[in-house]
């Protein structure tokens, strides 16, 4: 994302809104002050920029009548029906008894917008006829209370739409027509029947913005949507001041959510995007039913459209768009720095319309193939439009989307202040396309005929970070600390806070001398309470404490000890290496707030679309995000391309929050792994996992965040002082400092790094830690005497 001048004053504009205060919000909730930082807004937003497609879904009471109410029919919209044929409430309340979908299946909706390639999904929770499509406790007009259906299709929905690795965000529209405070006053119109603008009788805007709230927290806290799209804030009694308080609440429940224009009066009618005379609420604008000339550089916006004239099911509405318009406006839209939000608007029996579901199997179809060039890119770098189609770039690649063929098979391509090195079709990587340069830009060979009518993508790679070309080179950012944030009181924890620039002590696990080799927690305290008082605060359980084979009980029992430290300190459990064997433990890690769990590396049967399957549902299961160990080139699957974009894809849905990269390499600045790893996620998430050796090299080269270190449970200080060194770029100190561990280091290669490690913490009059559970043997009485000369070097200093 590039970020320009007027990005800043966005970021600026949102930050003035968010919370300021700590303490208690009008409605009681309790949020912790929190503003919001560039840093920050940039994470918040990251996924909803890189996703550009998603599904707008319109399901309400008024798919019963379709679009018909006693024979009338209408131009206008669906959902408006309340309004324009004059219903009055008592009325329209009895669709409900109609209103049944018992063919609704939410695998197959979610699969429907997956294949379309769409990545996150917009679902009304409530329109403008104030229909609870989901079981709300402060309403009864609910599809649970209130239909033969009786069940909950959003929960449904929002499981299966985590399940299939999409968003799952909520329409929510203050505009509510059967509120008992709000009525009509228009000439001709029934008082309780829909309407442009309701009034409030005296005091129902407060009683109206408390049911609000209530019905906002529980959709927050029982479906965790990833957007709030508000509507209907055009009403007289719905000031700015009003929005910016929603949009505080809506924050203080879920921070890093992200709330559109329409929560306050930000929005320049139709057209959507945010006026700028004054600081609004919201973080995106949002054009209804057009796309706008031109973006913004830095503004954030979504076009929502229908596929044919109506959002809500109207059964005679055919005037569908062609598959060529739809995918082409999300072409449009990309090109432009948006995002599409393409609706869907399901029958009362629970189905998407069939010329729907074959228009959007239109758009996967191309989806599938050129993806890439919509995905994660940002606007056009072009000074103006192009004739023949669109542009999107991303760092070192411009995408062409050709909608109109030269007729003599050339494409001039002007210039935009870089070089084009190489230029194919996006569909043949491998073949090069001819092309002439020259002052004003280049002259592209493509032949007679397009690969795609609808739009064939050439994309050109340029000399600007077109590839990390050997050594990366440092970003600043890098060597800024984030600072942590207060957790959030959500149930499931967002990570945002989760600093990884520092050190990471991996512990043993101290056990009794006995029969049972039970969990010996005083002793465990004091390898704790050693690493603390040298200056470390973040803690893995994991392969050290040999956690591949403890019992589900013991592990339980493990938990119930690790979470009080949690309140002074970064503590993060590890589970798994096998599928089965993570969730089982998820259920443990489910009840208690860890800032995130790490997952051991498998090897047992396993590839890496499976692995990107499992990870989310233990991350579901787990209700917090994961940090993947990467031990080997094969830990994620045979395929290492594959494995490394299925992190990535998991980094950018926020399941995964960082990666112990623990690959053993001669000469750890040669690693095209790791450059792999590199060129799909951001090094911000990558910390350096085989301790004090190669954790020199990963930040001074590869400017790795922190690493993690089984010797500096021994030597506390001493690691911290390794990072506070490389941390301030004294690489000459902290190699100096490293050779201290060097023996220790060798020892631990040499046997078993973990079953050194064990014997060490003893040897240095830390704890007493027991005997190692089978499958590993202690070491030798000749080992341990040897050990015990290097410890007793290490913990002089
Ligand atoms: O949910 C769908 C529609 O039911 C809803 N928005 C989409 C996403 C919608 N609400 N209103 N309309 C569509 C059309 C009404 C527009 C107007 Fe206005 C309301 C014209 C004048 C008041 C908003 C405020 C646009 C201009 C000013």
């Avoid at 913005?209 to 009694?237: C, H, N």
Wanted: aromatic content about 10%.
């Amino acid at each position: 994302m590039k970020i320009g001048p007027f990005a800043i004053v966005v970021v600026l504009l949102v930050a003035s809104i968010a919370p300021q205060v700590t303490g208690q919000d009008s409605s009681g909730s309790k949020f912790a002050s929190q503003t919001e930082t560039q840093a920050e807004h940039v994470q918040r937003m990251r996924w909803w920029r890189e996703a550009r497609f998603g599904m707008f879904i319109h399901w309400g009471l008024y798919a019963v009548p379709a679009g018909e109410y006693k024979g009338q029919r209408s131009d206008r919209i669906g959902e408006w029906i309340m309004d324009w044929a004059n219903i009055p409430r008592s009325d329209y309340e009895k669709f409900a008894t109609e209103f049944n979908p018992v063919k609704f299946n939410a695998r197959e909706w979610v699969q429907i917008a997956k294949d379309a390639g769409m990545k996150y999904i917009v679902i009304t929770s409530k329109h403008h006829d104030g229909f609870s499509m989901y079981g709300s406790k402060v309403s009864n007009y609910d599809i649970v209370d209130s239909t033969p259906f009786h069940r909950d299709p959003i929960k449904e929905l929002a499981a299966e739409t985590r399940r299939q690795g999409l968003k799952f965000c909520f329409y929510y529209s203050i505009l509510d027509w059967h509120y008992p405070a709000a009525y009509v006053d228009a000439a001709g119109k029934d008082p309780s029947a829909g309407n442009r603008v309701t009034k409030m009788k005296p005091g129902g805007k407060e009683e109206y913005v408390r049911y609000m709230k209530e019905q906002l927290r529980e959709l927050i806290t029982s479906y965790d949507p990833a957007v709030l799209w508000f509507d209907g804030e055009w009403q007289d009694w719905w000031t700015e001041e009003d929005g910016q308080d929603l949009y505080r609440f809506v924050r203080g429940l879920k921070p890093n959510i992200i709330i559109n224009n329409r929560v306050g009066k930000g929005r320049q009618g139709m057209q959507g995007m945010s006026k700028t005379d004054r600081a609004y609420s919201g973080d995106f604008g949002t054009p209804e039913q057009q796309i706008p000339a031109n973006g913004l550089p830095g503004v954030d916006w979504e076009s929502c459209m229908t596929m044919n004239t109506t959002w809500g099911y109207k059964y005679y509405d055919d005037q569908w768009k062609s598959s060529e318009v739809i995918i082409r406006n999300l072409i449009d839209i990309a090109s432009k720095g948006g995002n599409y939000l393409l609706n869907v608007g399901p029958t009362a029996a629970g189905l998407i319309p069939a010329p729907s579901v074959e228009r959007l199997a239109a758009v996967g179809k191309w989806m599938k193939v050129n993806g890439e060039s919509i995905y994660g890119t940002t606007a056009s770098p072009f000074a103006t439009q192009l004739q023949y189609g669109r542009a999107t770039s991303k760092p070192g690649q411009v995408y062409l989307h050709i909608f109109n063929w030269p007729a003599d098979g050339k494409l001039t391509v002007p210039s935009w202040g870089v070089s084009v090195k190489r230029a194919y079709f996006l569909v043949d990587k491998g073949r090069a396309l001819d092309f002439q340069s020259a002052s004003d830009g280049i002259t592209l060979q493509l032949g007679q005929h397009p690969l795609d009518p609808i739009a064939t993508v050439v994309v050109l790679e340029t000399t600007v970070g077109a590839s990390l070309g050997g050594r990366p080179t440092l970003p600043r950012e890098h060597l800024d600390i984030e600072k942590g944030r207060p957790r959030s009181a959500a149930p499931t924890n967002n990570m945002t806070n989760l600093d990884l620039h520092g050190v990471f002590a991996v512990p043993p696990l101290a056990r009794r001398n006995d029969q049972a080799r039970a969990l010996d927690f005083e002793q465990n305290d004091k390898i704790v309470a050693f690493i603390e008082a040298g200056g470390i605060t973040r803690l893995i359980y994991g392969g050290n404490a040999f956690l591949y084979h403890v019992t589900l009980a013991e592990f339980g029992e493990l938990i119930d000890w690790l979470e009080p430290l949690t309140a002074r300190l970064c503590v993060i459990p590890s589970i798994g290496p096998s599928f089965g064997r993570a969730l089982d433990q998820a259920q443990f890690i489910k009840r208690h707030d860890f800032p995130c769990v790490m997952v051991l590396p498998c090897a047992d049967p396993r590839d890496a679309d499976g692995l990107e399957r499992g990870y989310r549902e233990i991350s579901d299961a787990a209700k917090t995000q994961l940090i993947i160990y990467l031990k080997d080139e094969t830990n994620l699957g045979a395929d290492h391309e594959r494995g490394l974009d299925s992190v990535a894809h998991l980094i950018e849905d926020g399941i995964c929050v960082g990666i112990k990269y623990a690959v053993v390499r001669n000469d750890p600045t040669i690693d095209p792994y790791l450059e792999g790893l590199l060129a799909r996620v951001d090094r911000k998430y990558v910390i350096s996992g085989i301790g004090e050796r190669p954790a020199v090299t990963h930040m001074r080269d590869w400017q790795l965040t922190g690493f993690t270190t089984g010797s500096g449970c021994v030597a506390p200080r001493l690691s911290q002082e390794l990072f506070a060194a490389s941390r301030a770029g004294d690489f000459e100190l902290a190699l100096q400092i490293r050779s201290n561990f060097i023996g220790l280091e060798d020892l631990r290669d040499a046997w078993g790094p973990a079953r050194v490690l064990h014997h060490a913490v003893e040897l240095a009059g830390i704890s007493e830690v027991g005997p190692i559970p089978p499958y590993v043997s202690g070491l030798s009485d000749d080992q341990i005497e040897e050990l015990k000369s290097v410890i007793e070097q290490l913990t002089r200093l």
